[in-house]
C-alpha cells in the first residue's frame, strides 16, 4: 500500500468513528429513558416536603440527619434491651418524585441487634492483675428485620403534615 491509499483509509476510519461517535451521543438522551419531572399543580414542593420529614423525624428521634439536595433523612432510635441484646431502629427516608408529578415519601424501618462478644483472654486465665487488650467489645450491629408497621406509622405522620390524604 502506498501512503495516499493509507492516509485516506485512515480519514475514512476517523470520518466512521467521528459519525458514530456522534450518532452516540444523540441516541443518549433517548437510550437512557431521560424523565423531566413535571410537577403536578398544588402539589407540595421538595423543599415542603423535606421539612415536613425532618419535623416528624425529630419529634420521634432526636438522632436525625437530613440530607436536602438529595431529599434523604435518616434516624436512628434510643438503643433499648430486648432479653440480654441491645435493640435499635434505623429509619430510612427517600423522597422521590413520582411521575404523577407529587414529591413523595418512602420509608425504611429496621431493627438492629448488638450481637457483639469480648475477644478471649490469652495467657493465664486467672491472673487479676495483668488485663491483655481491651475486655469490652466493639459494636457489631446486624440488621434483624424490616418493620414495615413503623414505617407505615411515620409515612402516615409525614402525609398528615403535608395535608395530604392517605
Given at each position: 500500500m502506498n501512503r495516499s491509499t493509507l492516509s485516506s483509509v485512515r480519514?475514512?476510519?476517523s470520518a466512521r468513528q467521528l459519525a458514530l461517535a456522534c450518532a452516540g451521543l444523540l441516541a443518549l438522551p433517548v437510550l437512557s429513558g431521560c424523565y423531566t419531572f413535571v410537577k403536578a399543580p398544588g402539589s407540595a414542593d421538595l423543599e415542603q416536603v423535606v421539612n415536613a420529614v425532618e419535623s416528624v423525624l425529630k419529634e420521634r428521634y432526636y438522632q436525625t440527619r437530613v440530607h436536602r439536595s438529595s431529599g434523604h433523612a435518616f434516624a436512628f432510635?434510643?438503643?433499648e434491651l430486648e432479653g440480654a441484646y441491645p435493640v435499635m431502629?434505623?429509619?430510612?427516608v427517600h423522597i422521590v418524585p413520582e411521575r404523577t408529578g407529587h414529591?413523595?415519601?418512602r420509608v425504611f424501618a429496621r431493627k438492629y441487634?448488638?450481637?457483639a462478644?469480648?475477644?478471649?483472654?490469652s495467657g493465664d486465665q486467672f491472673t487479676h492483675y495483668d488485663v491483655e487488650g481491651n475486655p469490652f467489645a466493639t459494636q457489631n450491629w446486624k440488621p434483624i428485620i424490616y418493620d414495615r408497621s413503623l414505617a407505615?406509622?411515620?409515612r402516615k405522620a409525614i402525609l398528615e403534615k403535608l395535608?395530604?390524604?392517605s
Open positions: 480519514r475514512v476510519i432510635s434510643q438503643v431502629y434505623r429509619i430510612d414529591y413523595m415519601p441487634m448488638d450481637i462478644e469480648p475477644p478471649f483472654e407505615l406509622e411515620i395535608e395530604i390524604p
